[in-house]
């Protein structure tokens, strides 16, 4: 292993909940390299968790461990577990459909229950922090090579991962259809599900104008033309655009300012784009 452990959870900055947990990894070996990929998952969101793996985990270099701890069935029957991507990457979470985008997008090889005394000693008598009494302990052996991968547990059938329902983007009769899978969070653009390779069935060029229609369930909220872009310097400051973003989908912008908040969009839970060719214009 290499030595590398990367920590993501729900639990935000405000209190120790983090430190513990890079506590308990740097006390089972100080010589770890840990990193943050996020703490300010939105409470219980286990598709952002699942999103956000996607978004880092590819990056990192073969047997790197994450860790994954948003865990809204903390105690419960639910399964932990570690799983092995096929790129040779390793995360360690609740079986609670965080593995969703990896398990879709790039593959799992191997995934294999954490057994239930597995967990850091001393931690037996509290059930409500596995982020650092079990996934942050494991993790860390499982980086610094105490623990192989092997030996954490029985595996079982990949097809048995969790899976969290993720509807696909389509293209009919010239239009595009889509959901708002997250936000650039900190800039408010819209990240969708439909992919550039999708999208590239319109036909549209650089600085096209694409007509959009974004709904909440069967209500329409909002409809602009905006311009099909490469770069942000494509439009003026203040006007918005669509362009290919880091995740190869396509996102919705304004340029030095937040679509989201501009227009009160919000994501998934029946939140829906469309897309298609401004005609005419």
Same mark, same amino acid.
């Given at each position: 292993?290499?030595?590398?452990?990367?920590?993501?959870?729900?639990?935000?900055?405000?209190? %120790?909940?983090?430190?513990?947990?890079?506590?308990?990894?740097?006390?089972?070996?100080?010589?770890?390299?840990?990193?943050?990929?996020?703490?300010?998952?939105?409470?219980?969101?286990?598709?952002?968790?699942?999103?956000?793996?996607?978004?880092?985990?590819?990056?990192?270099?073969?047997?790197?461990?994450?860790?994954? @701890?948003?865990?809204?069935?903390?105690?419960?029957?639910?399964?932990?577990?570690?799983?092995k991507t096929v790129t040779g990457?390793?995360?360690?979470?609740?079986?609670? %459909?965080?593995?969703?985008?990896?398990?879709?997008?790039?593959?799992?090889?191997?995934?294999?229950?954490?057994?239930?005394?597995?967990?850091?000693? %001393?931690?037996?008598?509290?059930?409500?922090?596995?982020?650092?009494?079990?996934?942050?302990?494991?993790?860390?052996?499982?980086?610094?090579?105490?623990?192989?991968?092997?030996?954490?547990?029985?595996?079982?059938?990949?097809?048995?991962v969790v899976m969290l329902e993720?509807?696909?983007?389509?293209?009919?009769?010239?239009?595009?259809?889509?959901?708002?899978?997250t936000l650039d969070v900190r800039?408010?653009?819209?990240?969708?599900?439909?992919?550039?390779?999708?999208?590239?069935?319109?036909?549209?060029?650089?600085?096209?104008?694409?007509?959009?229609?974004?709904?909440?369930?069967?209500?329409?909220?909002?409809?602009?033309?905006?311009?099909?872009?490469?770069?942000?310097?494509?439009?003026?400051?203040?006007?918005?655009?669509?362009? @290919?973003?880091?995740?190869?989908?396509?996102?919705?912008?304004?340029?030095? %300012?937040?679509?989201?908040?501009?227009?009160?969009?919000?994501?998934?839970?029946?939140?829906?784009?469309?897309?298609?060719?401004?005609?005419?214009?």
């Amino acid at each position: 292993m290499n030595h590398l452990l990367v920590l993501q959870s729900d639990f935000g900055l405000s209190d %120790g909940a983090v430190a513990a947990m890079e506590g308990v990894a740097l006390s089972v070996d100080p010589s770890l390299r840990l990193y943050s990929l996020t703490h300010e998952i939105p409470p219980f969101d286990t598709y952002e968790a699942s999103y956000r793996l996607l978004q880092a985990v590819p990056y990192w270099p073969e047997g790197s461990v994450f860790v994954s @701890v948003v865990d809204p069935g903390v105690g419960s029957a639910r399964r932990s577990c570690v799983a092995k991507t096929v790129t040779g990457q390793y995360i360690v979470t609740p079986d609670n %459909g965080s593995l969703s985008h990896i398990a879709r997008v790039i593959g799992i090889e191997e995934v294999r229950e954490i057994s239930k005394d597995e967990r850091r000693a %001393g931690s037996q008598f509290t059930q409500t922090f596995h982020g650092r009494d079990v996934y942050a302990y494991i993790g860390a052996r499982l980086a610094a090579g105490i623990r192989k991968f092997e030996e954490i547990g029985e595996p079982y059938d990949v097809k048995d991962v969790v899976m969290l329902e993720m509807p696909e983007a389509k293209f009919e009769d010239g239009v595009l259809t889509g959901t708002i899978e997250t936000l650039d969070v900190r800039f408010g653009s819209l990240w969708t599900n439909i992919s550039s390779e999708l999208f590239a069935q319109l036909g549209a060029e650089r600085k096209d104008l694409i007509d959009i229609s974004i709904y909440n369930g069967d209500r329409k909220v909002h409809r602009s033309f905006v311009t099909y872009a490469l770069t942000f310097a494509d439009v003026e400051i203040g006007e918005s655009l669509i362009y @290919v973003n880091s995740m190869n989908h396509m996102a919705v912008a304004i340029n030095q %300012g937040s679509f989201a908040d501009a227009y009160h969009i919000g994501t998934r839970n029946g939140w829906k784009i469309t897309m298609k060719k401004a005609s005419g214009r």
